[in-house]
């Protein structure tokens, strides 16, 4: 017997599950009513970001769907919908993150093609030194040198415990590269490195021990950034577990967060791979030479004889050749500091043949 079809109703209609009719749409929302941030901490899949024009309210956010991995890190420019009161357990979301002005990247070591961005967006790296206790290590300041030049950042090295040690012979090693270089030690004044970081972003790294979370709680009291000691074995232990953007304190009288700059201190850390980085990226960084090696033979290292007897570089005069010549230096000694990490990841390389049995 036919039914009429006015007897029909919903629950004659069978819909099979994860079967709809409705075609998905490949449309984001737009979301025009996004707010520009900073990310000033990341802790476990959650980012805290500071709200541009409302710098004194801080919000908890999480990536949204449609970005993906993408990923986000301290000092990324971002957009933010969602609760963005800042009130205990709430929670935002970033769907934006803006081009990066400046990148610190790194690798494990120099075969690890994975990169890992340590910072983004910051206009300067200090390369926090111990002068002695731990001794101090060039190689790691040349890699981070060569880091921050590819990066876009301005480079400062910061030397603390200069009591124990005469700097003099260390920094040696820097001249011709214009590398600022400030006491940053407990006992030195803070007013110069104070000026040096004023109305910037300024990204600290170092080896563990050497006094850079102490800096830190110096620029920004209110900072209480963990402090530790120097092991037996010349390593420090890592006081630092996560980087944090921390605004420096506004003059008396602004009460601008931020306006003064901010300062991103980094863990610390015992390697700084550059698989990313070629000699010419090096090289790229300054504008007199990035013109001149474009008169380099093809395959040229710029190491200068006998590698590359007809390196453009050779030809410079003047501040252009005494630069030249203090990067070549730097690009010898990052070369020989890969080669001399990778004999001590193989040492059964380098060791001779014993007896045989």
Request: proline letters at 8%.
């Amino acid at each position: 017997m036919s039914r009429r079809a006015s007897s029909y109703d919903e629950s004659d209609v069978r819909v099979r599950p994860g079967k709809g009719t409705r075609p998905r749409t490949k449309k984001r929302p737009a979301h025009d009513d996004a707010v520009d941030a900073m990310v000033v901490s990341v802790d476990r899949g959650r980012w805290g970001c500071v709200l541009d024009g409302v710098p004194d309210r801080r919000v908890v956010a999480m990536r949204a769907r449609e970005l993906g991995r993408t990923p986000v890190v301290v000092g990324d420019d971002v957009s933010v919908v969602g609760d963005l009161t800042g009130r205990p357990d709430t929670l935002a979301r970033i769907v934006r993150v803006a081009d990066r002005r400046t990148v610190l990247r790194r690798t494990a070591d120099d075969t690890d093609p994975y990169e890992r961005i340590v910072v983004a967006n910051a206009d300067q790296l200090l390369i926090v030194t111990a002068l002695a206790d731990p001794p101090p290590r060039t190689g790691f300041v040349e890699r981070a040198l060569a880091a921050a030049y590819v990066g876009g950042l301005r480079p400062i090295l910061g030397l603390t415990k200069a009591d124990l040690a005469d700097p003099a012979e260390f920094t040696a090693a820097f001249a011709g590269l214009d590398l600022p270089i400030l006491a940053a030690g407990r006992d030195d004044p803070i007013e110069p490195v104070v000026g040096a970081l004023s109305g910037k972003v300024t990204a600290l790294v170092g080896h563990s021990g050497v006094g850079k979370s102490t800096l830190v709680n110096r620029l920004v009291p209110d900072a209480d950034r963990a402090t530790g000691v120097v092991s037996g074995v010349g390593k420090g232990r890592h006081t630092s577990t996560q980087s944090v953007a921390l605004p420096l304190p506004a003059p008396i009288g602004d009460e601008g967060i931020g306006d003064s700059g901010w300062v991103i201190d980094t863990p610390g850390i015992r390697s700084f791979g550059l698989a990313h980085v070629g000699a010419d990226d090096i090289v790229d960084a300054f504008d007199d030479l990035r013109a001149a090696i474009e008169d380099c033979p093809r395959g040229c290292t710029h190491l200068g004889p006998p590698a590359d007897p007809e390196c453009a570089l050779d030809a410079l005069e003047g501040n252009s050749h005494r630069r030249a010549m203090a990067v070549r230096t730097l690009l010898v000694a990052v070369s020989d500091t890969a080669e001399a990490d990778e004999s001590a990841r193989h040492p059964e390389d380098e060791a001779p043949a014993g007896p045989e049995s």
